[in-house]
Every structure is written in structure tokens, then in C-alpha cells.
Nanobody, 126 residues
Framework: QVQLVESGGGSVQAGGSLTLSCVAS????????MGWFRQAPENSRETVAR???????RYLDVVRGRFTISKDNAKRTLYLQMNSLKPEDSAIYYCAADRILGDDCWVRRDIDFPDWGQGTQVTVSS
């Protein structure tokens, strides 16, 4: 099992930036496919960004060009750099991990990710 701990959330004005971090511990081969997800009140959870075992990335259309997902394997840490934040980006952000290799990471349903962090709140005011 992998333990994931997110940090870096907070409250910012629209146009501001935040960097989220997710530190993994435990069985690290289960972090081949990692992602950031978010859920706002009364909304369903959505995938914000994913990074696969090859280092390739994919983004939700509305965050592409503003958010950057990256991973430091030596530090066992996943990052989400969020720039030009908008009020609609407000949500609880979660990281998740799975032992899926290559492009299978893109089609993995989020409900099938076995390991999740506790979430970190991001609030963007207008």
C-alpha cells in the first residue's frame, strides 16, 4: 500500500498561484501512474492532471496551459503547479497513485486508483 500526503493548498486571489505537493511512502512501484483530482461542493470528482510511468502528462482542458503536473522520483513527490487561478478552480484537491504502466494510465478510472491522499483545500476568490 502507498500512503499519500498532500500539502500546499490555501486561499488566493484570482490570478494567483499555488503549488501542491503529494509525498508518497510505502510501496513505491504503485506510483507508476499518478494524478491530481479535485472535487468542489455539489460537483463530481474530476481528473485535473495525470502523469504516467514514461513521464508523459495529460490535463483537463480547462486547466491546460495554467497547471503543470510533475514528479520527483528521488523525493517520491508529485507536484501540481497552478498558475492564473480562477474561482472555479476552488475545490478539494487529491492525489492518487496506481501501478499502471504507460498509456494505460490515461484510461484508468479514478475510482480504480487504490491509493488516495486526504486532500488539500484550494480556495480562489474573485
Amino acid at each position: 500500500q502507498v500512503q499519500l500526503v498532500e500539502s500546499g493548498g490555501g486561499s488566493v486571489q484570482a490570478g494567483g498561484s499555488l503549488t501542491l505537493s503529494c509525498v508518497a511512502s510505502g510501496v513505491t512501484y504503485r506510483t507508476d501512474c499518478m494524478g491530481w483530482f479535485r472535487q468542489a461542493p455539489e460537483n463530481s470528482r474530476e481528473t485535473v492532471a495525470r502523469i504516467n510511468s514514461d513521464g508523459s502528462t495529460r490535463y483537463l482542458d480547462v486547466v491546460r496551459g495554467r497547471f503543470t503536473i510533475s514528479k520527483d522520483n528521488a523525493k517520491r513527490t508529485l507536484y501540481l503547479q497552478m498558475n492564473s487561478l480562477k474561482p472555479e478552480d476552488s475545490a478539494i484537491y487529491y492525489c492518487a497513485a496506481d501501478r499502471i504502466l504507460g498509456d494505460d494510465c490515461w484510461v484508468r478510472r479514478d475510482i480504480d486508483f487504490p491509493d488516495w491522499g486526504q486532500g488539500t483545500q484550494v480556495t480562489v476568490s474573485s
